[in-house]
């Protein structure tokens, strides 16, 4: 198989996933024709700096490189089936070549992004088949358009990079992104991608208006040229299934200059089951702009501190004022008692 995909929302995009198929070699040199093919398919200048573009199995920084984003250690082992050639293109030329010359000699192709994937898809193989990852790091530019209100991101940035993007030109437009500022726009948007903002704007995958996608031949498409069928199905189908998304034009929000957090705790000593199970009745009446949510973690009781308890922290973004949001649970929530903490920026 060509591109091998993480979960899929849609599981009925397996089907399509032989149509990026190609055989698979089993020559030991195999990688050692893909690099004479990556190198004569680069223009002469671009050959002259290969050695900052590739990494092979016996390259000095081939492990910092391949660890540089890896989030689980459990999938990276000494029994591991390491990939045999990681490649970091500065180029959209370069991952043209990648693609090509993995197809000519039979690599498996793996694109990581910012390698958050929870099953280590995009840099691990339980297979014994040789595989090339192409990591998108490097391409990682953001051009955030205020006036239009859109912005043309690369896949290799990560979601607080786009953040700080917005926010050093605009106080009032945002992107309805991940909770987790390190999570990279390649895989996030493959795979829908939710967090603070989705109760009201829908899934980061909805705000996507226009992309730049490699097919398995290394063309480069737009929504246009790809057609609304495909443009659907890289918008949440699964990471690494249909090509390599190379950036994503997404469209910004209108916020408030204002916005609210609060934060408040309670054990189990002080009525945390309660409150927890009311909670699940009364969020539905909270409106869209609020974003609630409640972690579990475990404490030292206050009356025995060798005892632990459960604590329920009741957490919520609000877009305005404190002034609307405290009448608000007051109103709806009544339980909760005594004024959280509460931060408005
Ligand atoms: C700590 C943590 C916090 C998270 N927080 C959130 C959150 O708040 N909201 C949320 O929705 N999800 C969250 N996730 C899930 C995360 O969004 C997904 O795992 C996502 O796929 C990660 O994208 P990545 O590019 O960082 O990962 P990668 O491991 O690089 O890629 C994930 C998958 O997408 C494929 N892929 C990567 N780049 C491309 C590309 N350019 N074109 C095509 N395919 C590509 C890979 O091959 C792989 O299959 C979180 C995950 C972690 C580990």
Redesign the pocket.
């Known amino acids: 198989m060509g ?4 979960s899929a929302m849609f599981p009925v995009f397996l089907i399509f996933l032989f149509s990026f198929s190609w055989p698979i070699t089993s020559s030991a040199n195999s990688h050692e024709d893909f690099l004479r093919c990556l190198s004569s398919s680069l223009s002469s200048n671009d050959s002259s700096s290969i050695s900052r573009l590739v990494y092979t199995q016996r390259s000095s920084n081939y492990t910092s490189v391949l660890e540089s ?1 890896i ?2 250690s459990r999938f990276i082992t000494p029994t591991s089936h390491r990939p045999s050639v990681i490649v970091t293109p500065l180029h959209v030329s370069h991952v043209q070549a990648t693609i090509r010359c993995s197809k000519k000699h039979g690599l498996q192709l ?14 691990v193989s339980e297979w014994e088949a040789p595989f090339v990852i192409v ?2 790091a490097n391409l990682r530019s953001i051009d955030v358009d205020v006036e239009n209100e859109v912005s043309w991101v690369q ?2 940035a ?2 607080g990079e786009l953040y700080y993007a917005i926010a050093q030109k605009s106080r009032t437009l945002a992107f309805p ?4 500022h ?7 948007i ?6 603070l903002l989705f109760r009201k704007y829908g ?2 995958a909805d705000n996507v208006v226009d992309a730049e ?1 490699l097919d398995v031949k290394g063309r480069i498409l737009s929504r246009k040229s790809m057609g609304e069928d495909l443009f659907w199905a ?1 918008r949440g189908g ?9 950036s994503w034009k997404v469209k910004l929000i209108r916020v408030p200059e204002m916005v609210t957090v609060f934060s408040t705790s309670r054990t189990l000593e002080q009525n945390a089951t309660g409150l927890l199970h009311r909670w699940q009745y009364i969020t539905n009446q909270f409106p869209d702009g609020m974003f609630p949510s409640i972690t579990l973690t475990t404490t030292n009781t206050t009356v025995d501190d060798r005892n632990r308890t459960v604590v329920a922290t009741f957490n919520t973004v609000y877009l305005g004022g404190a002034n609307e949001l405290v009448p608000l649970m007051q109103n709806v929530f009544p339980e909760l008692e005594s004024p959280p903490k509460i931060a408005t920026k």
């Open positions: 591109f091998l995909h993480s984003t989030h689980n793996r694109t990581r992004s910012g390698g958050h994937d929870f099953e280590g898809v995009s840099y990591d998108l896949s290799g990560i979601m992104g991940a909770l987790c390190g999570v990279a726009f390649g895989g996030f493959s795979s829908g991608g939710y967090g899934l980061a996608f890289i699964g990471g690494g299934s249909f090509g390599i998304t190379l």
